[in-house]
C-alpha cells in the first residue's frame, strides 16, 4: 500500500473524467428508463395478481417467482446472448440497429424490478382497508373506479418509499450491464484503472458517486415518511 | 422462432454444468455455487449479528462508525463492494488471494450489512419489558442480550435469515466477473465453446436457479407461518 502513488488529479478533470461523467450518464439513462418500464409492468402484473380469474392471477405469480428467483446477471445474459432464438426476426432486426447491449440491459433490469414493484404496489393496495372498497361500491362506482378514484390514490401515497428504494436498487443493479458492454459508471471506472493503472482513485470516484445517489435518495424516503405519511407526529 | 430450441448441448455438457472440472480440477459449476453460498452465507451470520449488536450499541462512539460504515456499505452495487475486495485484499494481505475467497469476502461484507438489519429489526421486536424483567433478576446488560432477548429474536428473524441466503445464491453470479467458474461462468464457457445454443444454456441455467431459490423460498413462507402460530399466546 504504501509504494502506491496517489494521484487524485486524474478523476477531477482531463479524459478520465470525461469517462466517468459519462459513465454517470448512462447509468442515470439506464435507471430512469428502467424505473418507468418496471413501474409500467409492475403495475399490469398487480392488477392481474388481484384479478378475480385463476388463470390470470396463477399467470402473474408464475411471472413474479420466476423473475425473482433467477439472478439478474443470467436475465441480461439470456436478453443479450439468447433472446434472439425466440424473438421474431423484425424485432431482431430492430434490435440490432439501435444499441442493443443498452437495450438488452434496459429489458433485463426492467422486467427484473417490475417483479419486486409488483409485489410493493400489491401490499399497498392491500394496506387500503377493505372498507373504503366497500363504501366506494356502495356509494355506486364500480370496480375500476373505485380503484381509480378512491383506492389508488391512498395506495400510491403509501407505495412511493418501496417505489423510491427500488429506484435505487435498479441504479445499483445496473452496474451488472457492464459485463455486456454497456458503459456506465463501474465498467468506466475499471477502464480508468485499466488505463491509468491508478485504481484506487478511479473506484473511489465511481463508489462516491453511487453514495451520493443513494444517500441522498434514501434522505428524500425519510423526509417523504415524516412529512407525508407521519405528519401528525408529536 | 427461427427454428425449435435444442437441449442436447446441456445434456452433453451436464456433469460439467453441475460440478465443474472437478475431480480433475476445483469443484466448479453449481457445485461451486452451493459452496460460496453457504461459506458467505455462515459468515454473514456471524458478521451480521456482530454489526447488529454494535449498531445497537449504548456508545455513540461505537454506534455511529458502525452504522456509517453499514450504510455504506448497502449504498453501494454489489459489484463495486467485490471490486473493491479484489483490489484492497492483495494489498491489505501483502499476497495474491484466490478469487473464490475475494468473492466469499465481498459477498459475506455485503450480505452482512444486510444481515446486521434483520438483525437489528428483531431485536428491536423484542418487548422493552423483557429487558426490565432480565435486569431486575440481577442478569447484567450483555448477560439480558445473550440469554434472554437474542434466543427470542431468532425466531422473528429466520425467514428473513432464509430470504438473505436465496439472494446469496442469486449473487454468487457475480463471482463470473472477476473469474470464477460457479454455474453462470461454467454457461458462459460452453457457449463460447458451442458458440449457437445461447437460448437453450442460459434457459437451463436460469432453470437451475430458479428451482434452487423457488425452493428455499417456498421454505422461507412455510417457516414464517409455523413460527408466528407459536406466537400466538
Redesign the interface.
Known sequence: MLKYHFDWSIITSGKYFDWLVSGVKITLELSVVGIIGAFILGLIIAVLKMSHYRPLRWLASAYLEFFRNTPLLIQIFFWYFGSYKILPTAVNDWLNNTNFEFAAAAIALTIYTSAFIAEDIRSGILSIPKEQMEAARSAGFSYLRSMQYIILPQAVRITVPPLVNQFLNLAKNSSLAMTIGVMELTYQARQVESYSFKGFEAFTAATVVYLVLSVSITALVDVYNKKVLNPHRA | ???M?DFHVIVDNFTYFMIGRYPNGPLGGLGLTMYLAVVSCILSFFGGLILGLLSLSRFAVIRYPVNLFI??V???????VI??MY?LLP??LGKTVPESQTVIMGLTLFTSAYMSQIVRAGIEGIPKGQVEAAISTGLKGWQAMLYIVLPQGMRNMIPSFVNQF?SLI??T??A??VGVSEL?HV??QI?NRTMSY??????F??GV??VL??TF?SWSRWLEQRLSWRKAI
Open positions: 422462432m427461427d427454428g430450441l450504510n455504506t448497502r449504498g453501494l452495487p454489489l459489484l463495486m471490486f473493491w483490489f494489498a491489505l436465496v442469486k449473487d453470479s457475480l463470473f466477473i453462470t454457461g458462459t457457449n445461447p437460448t437453450e444454456i442460459f434457459i441455467i436460469a436457479y430458479f431459490c423457488f423460498t
